[in-house]
């Protein structure tokens, strides 16, 4: 049973527009998201996090909005550029030490 | 600081064989966790040590195990490798107490032949 889902496969955007990543989770012990980015044969780097406490955080051109009454949480990126063009991997846990679950993963594309 | 560290970078194993992968946290950090990955199925947990000690496990077969050691470094080995396991094996580091501070490396990428 996936606790994280990532539904779409993969994403396509032009250079300049927004990118928008969407991420659904089923447990509602889950109390801190975290977005990681992945290139090839490289380990995960962190993005950005947000606390369940609050429903948006900021960092430069990415924006991360948490709804917890729908479980859903999304990932802005804007303007998108060609270098943002990785695999994105939206990540959950409690904060009881649990391990982070993670969702299949977006290949976003920036089109230049 | 030095980053999450994860030797060795590439492996190729026959069928049958057994592989020992190494992970060497950030200075301070006390939880290591493992983590497979494989085309198509995201980052899937294999378990986690923190303090020398198991503290949590994913759903995967007893071929799979771990330990780590007083200096937080981190092993974990694969015994009777079996076709699908090869895939990018991932270490990240923690300090271990809360959410925070998740460093991954660059992950050890097998292959079983």
């Known amino acids: 049973d996936q606790q994280v889902k990532q539904n779409s496969p993969s994403l396509s955007v032009q250079e300049g527009r927004i990118s928008i990543l969407n991420c659904d989770y089923t447990?509602?012990?889950?109390?801190?998201f975290l977005w990681y980015k992945k290139y090839p044969a490289e380990g995960p780097t962190f993005l950005i996090s947000?606390?369940?406490?609050?429903d948006k955080n900021e960092d430069g051109r990415f924006t991360v909005f948490l709804n917890k009454s729908a479980k859903h949480l999304s990932l802005h990126i804007v303007p998108s550029q060609p270098g943002d063009s990785a695999v994105y991997f939206c990540?959950?846990?409690?904060?009881?030490?649990?391990?982070?679950?993670f969702g299949k993963g977006t290949r976003l594309s920036v089109i230049a | 600081k030095a980053g999450v560290t994860q030797t060795p970078r590439y492996l190729i194993k026959t069928r049958g064989q057994q592989v020992t992968l190494s992970c060497s946290p950030i200075?301070?950090?006390?939880?290591v966790s493992w983590y497979q990955q494989t085309p198509g199925q995201g980052l899937q947990f294999l378990f986690e040590?923190?303090?020398?000690?198991?503290?949590n496990k994913g759903n995967f077969p007893g071929r799979f195990s771990g330990r780590q050691f007083s200096n937080s470094r981190s092993e974990m080995n694969v015994s009777t490798l079996e076709l699908g396991d090869s895939a990018l094996y991932l270490c990240?580091?923690?300090?271990?107490?809360?959410?925070?501070?998740?460093?991954f490396g660059s992950g050890t990428r097998l292959t079983v032949v």
């Open positions: 200075s301070g950090h006390r939880s």
């Open positions: 040590y923190f303090s020398e000690t198991q503290r």
């Open positions: 447990n509602s012990m889950f109390d801190y």
């Open positions: 947000i606390s369940s406490i609050k």
């Open positions: 990540a959950a846990l409690d904060s009881g030490n649990t391990p982070l679950v």
């Open positions: 990240a580091s923690s300090p271990g107490t809360g959410p925070y501070g998740y460093t």
